[in-house]
């Protein structure tokens, strides 16, 4: 049988709340299996922006990474945030390394190409260095990810967290038992966004099928769930949406994705 | 015998200069042996807390490192600087990895504690995680060190990146045979600081003493030069001061200490 592994995902929500982040890495550095952690960059870098007098610029409503994005978003995903998650880990005995993917080579991306829009500093993930963060998970470390990935030619790639998730689930997939979970500020899925009870305990793919038909899941949703039954579809046992409770064994108030 | 291991610091003046660190880094990258980069933070880091608005706290003309400081120098030395030198390692297929103290644990402080002076978030070096170091420089991983360790109880502190550099050397000596570089601004030690060919081939403990009696060393030069005795008292093979030309073996022209 293999080992379980988690694979956790932590919503800006999570970030910008000092003592819900808190509760939630003390709860995370609990977890007996091993555990990689994945963070985007919440408010914070846009904050750090603002304050060094930048404009976010915007092409057809899509934000591009520009040279001085790039550079903000490193001091932030990965300096700031990053190194203070590893901090607060390591004070609960949970022995944590923040990680960018060029760290270790871990994960190497494609600066997205250029067809109608030029994005600047994005990348798409290309690859995962699974022997190597093996090689960590098997010396009980865990690995925490920030938002950042490198194309192997010298340039750090803003890359989107939940992407960062599912490709690291994946990959890791033919050697453990993965788990994925996104903790966002919501309990699950909603079927009415308005109701925060109204969760849906479980979707599988013709639940999905409807929920897109119908428009009850639309907008940012409508990726995150994409990228669920992508990673279930290649060998991720269990994914499931849900608040930072969703990470102890006893919670029962979440979505979970099924085939 | 030994494997060799090379630990090199760089100072303010390599990475202020992109074109210099470039030149560095493509060298670092193709040495065999195994090897340590230990930076700090150059010019950078008091350029953001400028453009951030901050004021530097200074009491007695020492820096204190508030609240906000910490900050920027976890974002500039960790997420910044480190995170792009290590992207730039990989692009020469050195496969680094950029580390605090707290990631893997590896490198402890303690809060430097207030006597006259509160220095605010800075430590001062208790112990290293050798057997950690040491297992990544045998999986051929080089290891990126900025100039931030942890206390283990949740907080980065602002560590001197020299004195990162002499304690990694030391605690690697038992296992390795420990070559420490400090490259800078000049060619070695100056025996008049005006003539930039006035290098000190060679300092011993002996030489030493006469230059700090007649004052030839003095303020800054001072510390490094008591780190490097330090280093050399405990084990570390060899200490060099120089350019960055320093690291490579068919250097000459740099000033090499001696007990």
Partial sequence: MKTKLK?????????????LLSAFLTDFAK????????HGGGKKASEISEKLGLTPQLIDGRRITTDDDIEVVTMVYAGLL????????????CNAIGLTGADGNSIVSI?????TIDFGWVGDVQSVNETWIKSLL??????VFCALT???????????????????AISLAANFEVELIY?????????????????????????FAELKAQKI????????????????????????????AAINTNSTLHTTLTL
Same sequence: chains 1, 2.
Avoid: W
């Fill in 31 to 38: 977890l007996d299996d091993p555990k990689i952690l994945v």
């Fill in 150 to 168: 490198h194309d192997g030619i010298g340039n750090l790639l803003n890359t989107n967290a939940d992407t960062i998730a599912v490709e690291l």
């Fill in 183 to 207: 903790c966002f500020e919501k309990r699950g899925v909603l079927e009415d966004f308005e109701n925060e009870d109204s969760v849906f305990l479980s979707i599988d793919t013709d639940l």
């Fill in 217 to 244: 899941i639309h907008s940012g949703m409508l990726p995150k769930l994409e990228n669920c039954f992508y990673a279930l579809n290649n060998k991720v046992s269990k994914v499931i949406i849900g608040s930072t």
């Fill in 138 to 143: 098997t010396e009980e470390i865990t690995p």
């Fill in 82 to 93: 990053n190194k203070n998650i590893v901090a607060a880990l390591q004070s609960h005995s």
């Fill in 111 to 115: 600066k997205r190409p250029v067809k």
């Fill in 7 to 19: 694979v956790v995902k932590i919503g800006g929500n999570v970030l910008d709340d000092k003592t």
